[in-house]
C-alpha cells in the first residue's frame, strides 16, 4: 500500500470544491435530517476533501493513506449511523469516496488492497452489528451484497487506470515539452554562432585589407629608419636614437599585424590521433621556460589511459600556450600563484545532437578572474582585460577549437559566479574506434 503515484494537488479554493459544498449538502437534505451524527460526519467528510490537498503536500509519503484511512473511518460510521441495520443502509455508495480517492493517488495493485479493505468494512457489520447476527441472510442477500462489493472493484479500476493515462499524456507532455525547449536552445545556440561567424568573417576580410594596407608603409618606414640610422651614427646621436625608436615601434607595429593577419587568415589544419597530455606538456614548458614574472607553481592532473584526440599538435598546443600565458600574467598581478591543469575523460553532447567520448581539459588559475559580463563576450575579437593587450589571443584559440569540433567555456576556478580566478574549460571529442594513428585528415579553419 506504500506504492504511491503522489502527483502536486491543488491548494487553492476552486469550483470543485463549491460542487462538492454543494453534494455533500444534498445529502445533509436527505432523511435522515434528525440525525445528529450524520450531520457531522458529513461535514467531517467535506472538511477532509477540502484539506486533502494540503496534507499530501504537508506529508508526500503518507499523506495519501492517511486521506484513505480517514474516509473509510467516515464511511463506515456514515453508514452504521443512518439506518437500524447497518448493512441496509441507502448510504452505502459512501464508499466510492475512499475507493476513488486510493484510485486517485495510489498503483493498480495497492488501489486493489485499499478497495479490499473498504469492502472488508463495509462487511463487518455482518459480524459487529448484533441485529444482523439476528437476522438469517438470504443467499440472494448475499448476492446483493456482491454486486455491490464488486462495483467498487470495477469503479476504482476504472479510476485508476483513467489516472494512470493522464499521468502518462502528462509525462510525455512534459518529456515534448522539455525536448522543444532543448531544441529551441541549440536553435538559438546555432543562431547565434552563425550570427558570430557572420561578424568574425566581414572583421576577418576588414582586418586582412587593412593588414596588408599597414604593412607597406610600415616597411617603408622601417626602412628609412634604419637608412637613417646607418647615415646619423656618428653625427648626431639625438638622431639616432629618435630612428631606433621608430624601428622599435615599427617591429611592434609589423608584429599587431600579423597578429590580424593570423586572426583573418584560414587555418590549415593537418589532423591525427594525437596524446593531448603531451601538447599540454609542450605548452605547459613553453611557457614556463621564459617566464620571468612572480612565481607560479603548476600542478597537473592527468587521468591514465586518455583516449587519442584527432587534432593538429601544432594549433592546439598554440591554443593552450596562450590560455596559460594569459593565466601567468593574470597571476602576475596578483604576486604570483598556482596553475591547476588537468586532462580528464568525459563525455559530452554534440551540438549536431548525440552524445561523444572525448577529453576534457581544465586550466584554472588564481588570478583575479574574469567579470561574469564578459564571459561570454571574453571570445570576440578585440575583448581583452589586458591592459596592453589587442583582444585577438582568445578569438584565434575559439576558433582552434571550434575548428576540432571542440568547445571552451569560462568558469570561476572557485565554482561560484563571481569567485576568484579563471578556469578554461575545453572538451575535444576523441577519435572513433575506426582511426587509427596513421590516419590523417586535413581540415581548413575559416
Not at 327 to 352: C, N, P, T
Request: proline share 4%; with cysteine.
Amino acid at each position: 500500500m506504500s506504492e504511491t503515484m503522489t502527483d502536486a494537488r491543488r491548494q487553492s479554493f476552486n469550483w470543485m470544491d463549491v460542487l462538492w459544498l454543494l453534494f455533500l449538502a444534498g445529502l445533509a437534505l436527505l432523511p435522515p435530517r434528525e440525525e445528529w451524527h450524520k450531520q457531522v460526519i458529513l461535514l467531517a467528510f467535506g472538511v477532509m476533501q477540502f484539506s486533502e490537498g494540503w496534507l499530501i503536500a504537508r506529508i508526500p509519503q503518507r499523506g495519501p493513506i492517511y486521506v484513505v484511512l480517514i474516509k473509510i473511518g467516515l464511511a463506515t460510521m456514515l453508514v452504521n449511523h443512518t439506518e437500524e441495520i447497518s448493512i441496509n443502509s441507502s448510504y452505502w455508495p459512501i464508499y466510492f469516496l475512499p475507493v476513488m480517492t486510493a484510485a486517485e493517488f495510489f498503483a493498480p495493485w495497492a488501489t486493489l488492497l485499499w478497495t479490499t479493505l473498504a469492502s472488508l468494512a463495509y462487511c463487518s457489520y455482518l459480524y459487529l452489528d448484533p441485529e444482523v447476527r439476528e437476522l438469517d441472510v438470504s443467499a440472494e442477500s448475499y448476492g446483493l451484497l456482491a454486486i455491490r462489493l464488486l462495483f467498487f472493484y470495477l469503479a476504482g479500476m476504472l479510476v485508476n487506470r483513467f489516472v494512470i493515462e493522464v499521468r502518462r499524456q502528462t509525462q510525455r507532455y512534459q518529456e515534448t515539452a522539455e525536448t522543444l525547449a532543448e531544441t529551441n536552445r541549440r536553435l538559438e545556440q546555432a543562431q547565434a554562432e552563425a550570427r558570430r561567424s557572420e561578424r568574425l568573417a566581414a572583421l576577418g576580410q576588414l582586418s586582412a585589407g587593412l593588414a596588408h594596407e599597414i604593412r607597406n608603409p610600415l616597411g617603408v618606414i622601417k626602412g628609412s629608419a634604419e637608412m637613417l640610422t646607418q647615415k646619423l651614427s656618428k653625427s648626431d646621436s639625438l638622431a639616432t636614437e629618435l630612428a631606433g625608436y621608430i624601428s622599435t615601434e615599427t617591429n611592434r607595429l609589423s608584429a599587431l599585424v600579423t597578429r590580424f593577419l593570423d586572426f583573418a587568415r584560414p587555418l590549415h589544419a593537418d589532423l591525427a590521433p594525437s596524446d593531448l597530455s603531451a601538447v599540454l606538456d609542450r605548452a605547459l614548458n613553453d611557457v614556463a621556460q621564459f617566464w620571468k614574472g612572480a612565481p607560479v607553481r603548476v600542478e597537473k592532473t592527468y587521468e591514465p589511459d586518455l583516449p587519442l584526440v584527432p587534432l593538429d599538435e601544432g594549433l592546439c598546443e598554440q591554443a593552450f600556450l596562450n590560455i596559460v600565458q594569459n593565466a601567468y600574467d593574470a597571476m602576475s598581478a596578483e604576486g604570483g600563484g598556482v596553475l591547476r591543469v588537468s586532462a580528464l575523460k568525459s563525455r559530452r553532447e554534440m551540438r549536431q545532437g548525440g552524445v561523444t567520448d572525448g577529453v576534457e581539459v581544465r586550466i584554472a588559475d588564481s588570478g583575479p578572474g574574469i567579470a561574469l559580463e564578459l564571459r561570454e563576450q571574453i571570445f570576440n575579437p578585440f575583448v581583452t582585460t589586458k591592459k596592453t593587450g589587442v583582444g585577438l589571443g582568445l578569438s584565434i584559440v575559439s576558433k582552434i577549437i571550434d575548428g576540432h569540433h571542440g568547445s571552451i567555456r569560462i568558469e570561476s576556478s572557485s565554482g561560484e559566479a563571481e569567485g576568484k580566478g579563471a578556469c578554461f574549460v575545453i572538451f575535444l571529442p576523441a577519435a572513433s574506434a575506426a582511426t587509427t594513428e596513421r590516419d590523417k585528415a586535413h581540415l581548413v579553419i575559416s
